[in-house]
């Protein structure tokens, strides 16, 4: 498909559009005994983004708004969001987006691998990694500055030097960051943007026998045209958002990075826990050995069984030692390293956020083959201490028809210390058993303190096809920043499309950014 270019007019036209506010004065699907905080929406099949009663949206950036006169364009399915405001203010400042594939299809990807033509690639490697876009909000509304000398990109073509004892399969940088999924913000506010499903683009090599061998070409294809090792992806990408300098930071492992969420240890050393998303993967924490740094630490795997975190250390372990030659070795294959010393395997951890009124840890665990609905694990460290090699854990919340929801995936906390989490029921699975009942993927709300404590309750319903992803908070918790990541991408052919959100109509759907407000957002979270 060509990108359109969008001139001035249009995108002040587009800057002018209003704000949609849908009532959803509907049923919930929750069988809850507790009065329900609010006026909960019921799952809904509409093309369009459903907001409980008192919200509404603006509509920030979309796939393919041009970003800076260099040409440079919002990448596809914008996923994590972070907002660092400029000189204290918090109505201006730059959102950091990740763009995490070109999968759907129809859209930005749109000839199967083996017919796919070197321009079509070029094409496509623009597409993820992230964007920084300067946006403000001069008049009680969210607007994209256009030209902003900070408006810039990443993708899969820029140069990124690995943060690394040794070269990774020979380099000392990737070309590229890629699968750009959920992430976090340190303490020191850069930002962690993190590759997930990095074999899509360039498939995969194992070292089964000490061999490396090329064991699976990738869905995507970008291999047919250009050579890159897959030990390049599958990090986490710490970057500064005000100068866009970029690195990846080995020490943190290589598997399908989720998320990174980074707090401290009671020590000041920094601490990040990350899930891998794959079925009967792990559940990771680096604990650095710095205060304000990643470059240097331990990484540890988590054996949930026995409440325990363990080293993935060479010097610490003799089989490590017999089974990889370096550190470096062991972290481009953390996963065997994982099994190699008894890590429990998860129900695809997804996103990981720390409560911030008890310091618990809650991780989404989306679903397992045995466990469709997936569930919100909750860990406690040992005496509230991320720096801690021991812990409790246990469900805190289970998917299902009794409790509204399937398939958790992203979580925040807003600024009053109460959880939203977004659901990712697979595009191919919505409306079909076992997940007819959840219609939509959604947004929820869940109280963390006071009456119905721990219940969730639905505050948003995404078009056909989505997942709402990437939630942020504003710091005044007036504003949420939420992407629509792949509308449509359940549609059965290119003519058949199942959603046109957001422009309504015929048009092909975008995957876009919104920042939601109004009055039940005040009531709910503002400080
Ligand atoms: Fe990219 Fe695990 O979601
Ligand atoms: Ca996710
Ligand atoms: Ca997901």
């Not at 256009?146 to 943060?163: E, H, K, M, V």
């Not at 992430?183 to 499903?197: A, F, I």
């Not at 695809?348 to 665990?365: N, S, W």
Request: a negative charge; proline letters at 8%; hydrophobic letters at 35%.
């Amino acid at each position: 498909m060509k990108k359109k270019m969008i001139n001035r007019r249009a995108f002040l036209q587009f800057m002018g559009r209003t704000a949609v506010v849908t009532a959803g004065a509907r049923p919930a699907l929750s069988l809850a005994t507790t009065p329900p905080p609010f006026l909960p929406i019921a799952p809904a099949t509409d093309d369009e983004v459903i907001l409980a009663e008192g919200l509404g949206y603006d509509l920030l950036v979309s796939w393919g708004d041009l970003l800076n006169s260099k040409g440079e364009r919002f990448g596809f399915n914008n996923d994590y969001t972070a907002f660092f405001p400029l000189d204290g203010n918090p109505g201006d400042g730059l959102l950091w987006v990740n763009h995490e594939e070109v999968l759907s299809g129809y859209f930005a990807s749109p000839r199967a691998p083996a017919q796919k033509t070197r321009a079509d690639i070029d094409r496509e490697v623009l597409e993820v990694g992230g964007s920084i876009v300067r946006i403000n909000n001069a008049d009680g509304r969210w607007r994209l500055v256009q030209d902003d000398r900070y408006n810039r990109r990443l993708d899969a073509t820029t140069n990124i030097p690995f943060i690394s004892a040794e070269p990774v399969a020979g380099a000392d940088a990737a070309i590229g960051t890629l699968g750009n999924c959920a992430g976090g913000v340190t303490p020191w506010q850069t930002l962690l943007t993190c590759e997930e499903n990095f074999h899509l683009f360039y498939g995969d090599v194992s070292f089964a026998s000490g061999q490396r061998v090329h064991e699976q070409d990738s869905i995507i294809g970008w291999e047919r045209y250009l050579e890159r090792p897959p030990e390049h992806y599958g990090w986490v990408v710490e970057v500064d958002p005000f100068t866009g300098a970029a690195h990846k930071l080995t020490a943190l492992g290589r598997f399908a990075h989720e998320g990174a969420t980074v707090t401290r240890a009671r020590d000041g050393r920094a601490v990040v826990y990350m899930g891998d998303d794959k079925t009967d993967e792990h559940i990771y924490k680096f604990i650095a050995a710095e205060p304000d740094s990643l470059h240097n630490g331990v990484l540890y795997v988590a054996d949930t069984h026995g409440g325990r975190w363990l080293p993935l250390a060479m010097d610490q372990d003799k089989r490590l030692q017999a089974a990889f030659k370096t550190q470096t070795e062991l972290l481009i294959r953390a996963r065997e390293a994982a099994k190699l010393v008894g890590a429990t395997p998860q129900d695809r951890p997804e996103d990981i956020e720390t409560d911030p009124l008890t310091g618990a840890v809650l991780i989404a665990l989306t679903k397992h083959p045995q466990r469709p609905y997936g569930s919100i694990l909750k860990l406690e460290e040992q005496d509230n201490d991320p720096g801690a090699t021991t812990f409790r854990a246990g469900t805190f919340l289970a998917g299902g028809p009794h409790n509204g929801f399937a398939c958790p995936d992203n979580l925040v906390f807003d600024p009053r210390g109460n959880l939203w989490f977004c659901t990712d029921v697979s595009s191919h699975e919505l409306y079909k058993p076992p997940y007819e009942p959840f219609k939509n993927n959604g947004l929820f709300y869940v109280p963390m303190s006071g009456t119905g404590t721990g219940f969730p309750w639905q505050v948003a319903s995404a078009p056909p096809g989505a997942e709402l992803t990437g939630p942020t908070f504003s710091a005044d918790g007036r504003t949420l920043f939420l992407s629509v990541q792949h509308p449509g991408e359940d549609s059965p052919s290119a003519d058949k499309l199942s959603s046109h959100w957001p422009d309504g109509g015929t048009a092909l759907p975008k995957p876009s950014v919104i920042g939601i407000a109004g009055p039940l957002l005040d009531e709910l979270t503002a400080v």
